[in-house]
């Protein structure tokens, strides 16, 4: 069964990038540190991430952050959405426009101007298309920014929460939770390592 996870990492502070964001610097200052685990030779850290990619059937992200990914500072062959770990699975991209052109034309991207549920909607559909093709249950990943995985956990969009705590303090930034209806969240799973640690809820 395709499940709908949220998978971000954040600061011990909340954050998800750090001050002034922006396409030439979609982490923020310092908010390169979120991701250390990420090129961590730590065991468990790498089975996360591999864990996390080979899961992906679709991956659903905001504007912006399709803005910093797809600018001329962002993904190349060497790093992205699990460079080395994971094939190329369809991305969702919510908007109030297309843009005009893609840069990562190897990619499939789908672009709905509709809202996030018809987002998710759509890469549900890619993501079981693909667990057909491949035999395996996949998942939809919502992989941000923090405003979108925010709303689809208010919305109630989401089944699962996946947080990568970095062992860091940003100060600012942009926050993963401003406010929003209460949810009740039940752990599923943790693991520490030296570069973050690694916390899973369901969503009730």
């Given at each position: 069964?395709t499940?709908?996870?949220?998978?971000?990492s954040?600061?011990?502070?909340?954050f998800?990038t750090?001050?002034?964001?922006?396409?030439?610097?979609g982490?923020g200052?310092?908010?390169?540190a979120?991701?250390?685990w990420?090129?961590?030779?730590?065991?468990n850290?790498?089975?996360?991430?591999?864990?996390?990619?080979?899961r992906s059937?679709?991956?659903v992200?905001?504007?912006r952050?399709f803005?910093?990914v797809?600018?001329?500072s962002?993904?190349?062959?060497?790093?992205?959405?699990?460079a080395?770990?994971?094939?190329?699975?369809?991305f969702?991209?919510?908007?109030?426009?297309?843009?005009?052109s893609?840069r990562?034309?190897d990619l499939?991207?789908t672009?709905?101007?509709?809202?996030?549920?018809?987002?998710?909607?759509?890469?549900r559909?890619?993501?079981?298309?693909?667990s057909f093709?491949?035999?395996k249950?996949?998942d939809?990943?919502?992989m941000g920014g923090?405003?979108t995985i925010?709303s689809?956990?208010?919305t109630g969009?989401?089944?699962?929460l996946?947080l990568h705590l970095?062992?860091v303090?940003?100060?600012a930034?942009?926050?993963?939770?401003?406010g929003?209806?209460?949810?009740t969240?039940v752990q599923?799973s943790?693991t520490?390592?030296?570069?973050a640690t690694?916390?899973?809820y369901d969503?009730?």
């Open positions: 069964m499940r709908i996870i949220a998978d971000i954040v600061s011990l502070d909340g998800v750090g001050p002034d964001p922006g396409p030439d610097h982490l200052t310092g908010g390169e979120l991701h250390t990420a090129f961590s030779d730590d065991p850290d790498r089975r996360i991430l591999r864990e996390a990619t080979a059937g679709a991956v992200l905001g504007r952050l803005d910093v797809d600018g001329p962002g993904w190349d062959d060497t790093s992205g959405y699990g080395g770990e994971v094939g190329k699975p369809a969702v991209v919510v908007t109030s426009s297309p843009p005009k893609v990562l034309t499939d991207w672009f709905i101007t509709t809202g996030l549920p018809d987002a998710v909607t759509a890469a559909e890619r993501s079981e298309a693909a093709d491949s035999g249950d996949l939809v990943v919502l923090g405003a925010a689809a956990l208010d969009l989401l089944d699962t996946t970095a062992p303090v940003l100060g930034g942009t926050p993963l939770f401003t929003g209806a209460p949810r969240l599923r943790v520490s390592t030296s570069a690694h916390l899973t969503v009730l």
